[in-house]
């Protein structure tokens, strides 16, 4: 969890700044700053530890080596993606690979969310091991909204989502604007018809105005199972209906082909995830990735356009790259 740089007492802060303007921009050792501020080495490691974990510093790690900086090209060339490659070793297992590249997303995405801004997130797996890692960023006039509903037939995802938005709130200092409504609707008419009604109708304006939409994506062979593959929201028949269609994966509970083909699908129609035409008109779209098992649902999203911003380990951006598209 962030460290809430509010609840922090103000000589903490300005001790904790102090230290770390000495370390890392005057390139003191712990001695000499323990020395200068009259306190100890062990104070000030700590010191240095609450200037990281509640955003006083931000670390960044720029790779001499050529493969991390080839890869981000070749996104960039290919699908006009700006692309963070995180470094993992490959034999490291997929639950770990997402934990290394949810802490890099978590901290990164504070560079893309700040004062008066929304940010749209979609539940799941991934997005929710990024909230575990968000650094503290106080913001001002801004909110986090739920761009898919969570409820199925066996619950209301109630907990499940307003846990994950709720880091988002407090990690920013923002509002967070739930949406209760279903995953995915029995009756596309009965979607249409609460589509209608003012208090939803609120909701999907905020969704429209996003600056920022942050989202996994899902995928029916990953190791790390997708929440909406594996959480009771899809019936066999419904498994089966996506097979025959060629579905590689989906963005907020919205499904997609390899080609990036979407429109067509029917059980688009009873979801209450955001169009992809739609979300394609946000100014940014964060998309977070890990593990080789999906490659074939982030090539399909890469074709949809509907990333901006791609935060990836480095195996799965090499196996994405070097396989035949």
Known sequence: ?????????????RDALHA??????????MDAIAVELRTSRSSVSRLLSFARASGLVDIRVRSPLAAPDQLEEEFLRRYSVSAQ??????????????????????????????????????????????????????????????????????TTGILYASEILSRFGAAYGAYVQQFPVPAFFDDPATKLALWRERSIRRVLDIQAGMDVALFGLGSPSAEVP???FSGGYL???????????????????????????????????????????????????????????????LRGALEAGIVTDLIVDEGTARALVEAPR
């Open 226 to 228: 997708s929440h909406v």
């Open 85 to 154: 490659i995180v470094p993992v070793p490959d034999q490291m297992s997929d639950v770990d690979r997402l934990e290394r590249v949810a802490m890099s997303a978590a901290r990164i995405l504070g560079e893309y969310f700040d004062s008066n801004m929304t940010m749209g997130i979609a539940w799941g797996s991934t997005v929710s091991a990024v909230s575990r890692h968000l650094v503290a960023k106080q913001t001002h006039n801004s909110q986090i909204v739920q761009l898919n509903g969570a409820a199925n037939y066996r």
């Open 1 to 13: 969890m962030p460290t809430d740089l509010s609840a922090a007492s103000d000589t903490r802060v």
């Open 20 to 29: 770390a303007q000495l370390y890392y921009m005057q390139d003191l050792t």
């Open 235 to 297: 019936t066999r028949e419904d498994f089966r209906a996506l097979t025959r269609q060629g579905v590689v994966g989906d963005v907020a509970t919205v499904f997609y082909r390899g080609d990036g083909s979407y429109g067509d699908l029917p059980l688009n129609a009873r979801s209450s995830g955001p169009d992809l035409g739609m979300l394609r008109r946000v100014s940014r779209r964060v998309c977070v990735v890990s593990g080789t098992a999906k490659v074939a649902s």
